[in-house]
């Protein structure tokens, strides 16, 4: 799928300026605070850890991934698709991961090398670092790995449920969209999709390129083998008429759920369904699920 110029610059709204990185000769253009660092391919690489006030290390805890969108950095990203009291409440470990600089805009590549993808880094084999340095130092529950993420980084968390399975549990993409590369997914991937109908960004129906939100469920309903009748509920009751649908009973008994925004724009949602903001309507749905299937 090819990746427009025009579409970068309307995505590029939090991108600050890029200052050269002696250290590794490559570009930062983003400013992260009490971010951890990896050196991958010989790069630095960030990433925002949190660790709840309620981890003590006796018993192994999920591992949360939220992707931010193309442009961004993850402290700034914290702030707005902020996960932080689900953490304490259910402890998890959170990680803000950060984009590549490498072509000069913070960035997630979600397909192996190739034309789909806006630079030549290995972010697949930098979120398995991740995983393995993390995991060296906490206990994480290897079957309980999650991956979220906004616009591009919704993306991203579809690159991992394509590319590497083995290692993630569930999905959630906010305004964002699966790209044309469809990996060897090993077992059943639930998947839930929040995406507003009048997404000027990555539109709702697709276009210039995009898959379409419909498209996107279409094939992880296929790949599950859910229902393809949802059961179908909606609630106008937090700022905006959302639609959810749920096309459960698949193998596994993984389910396929979409939240659909009516009039919504192309942002991490703070209006709720049944009084749950985006981040609660992630956590809650993908902790219901082991790398096995439902818990």
Not at 136 to 165: F, H, P, T, V, W
Not at 251 to 272: A, C, M, P, Q
């Amino acid at each position: 799928m090819k990746k427009s110029i025009l579409f970068f610059a309307i995505l590029l709204t939090t991108l600050t300026s890029c200052k050269k990185d002696d250290k590794n000769n490559s570009e930062s253009c983003y400013s992260n605070t009490y971010a951890q660092t990896l050196v991958y391919d010989g790069i630095n690489r960030e990433y925002v850890l949190y660790i709840p006030n309620s981890y003590d290390g006796t018993s192994a805890v999920p591992l949360m991934f939220n992707f931010h969108g193309f442009g961004g950095s993850a402290s700034d990203y914290m702030q707005e698709a902020d996960m932080r009291s689900l953490a304490e409440a259910d402890t998890f470990i959170l990680v803000y991961p950060q984009g590549g600089c490498l072509d000069g805009s913070p960035h997630w590549n979600a397909c192996p090398n190739g034309g789909d993808n806006k630079s030549d880094a290995d972010d697949f084999g930098f979120v398995e670092l991740m995983i393995n340095e993390i995991s060296s130092q906490y206990n994480i529950d290897m079957e309980r790995i999650y991956a979220a993420g906004y616009s591009n980084g919704g993306m991203m968390a579809y690159g991992l449920a394509n590319y590497k399975s083995d290692l993630i549990a569930a999905v959630a993409s906010v305004s964002g969209v699966m790209l044309d590369c469809i990996g060897p997914t090993s077992h059943p991937m639930p998947v839930v999709h929040l995406h507003g109908t009048s997404d000027g960004v990555l539109p709702y129906n697709g276009g210039s390129g995009w898959n379409s939100a419909q498209s996107t469920l279409d094939h992880w309903m296929n790949f599950n083998n859910t229902t393809t009748n949802p059961t179908v509920t909606d609630d106008n009751s937090g700022g905006m008429t959302i639609e959810h649908y749920v096309y459960d009973q698949g193998e596994s008994l993984v389910s396929v759920e979409h939240y659909k925004y009516i009039g919504g724009d192309h942002v991490w949602f703070n209006s709720t369904f049944q009084g749950q903001n985006a981040s609660e309507l992630v956590w809650n749905f993908v902790s219901r699920y082991d790398i096995n299937g439902l818990r």
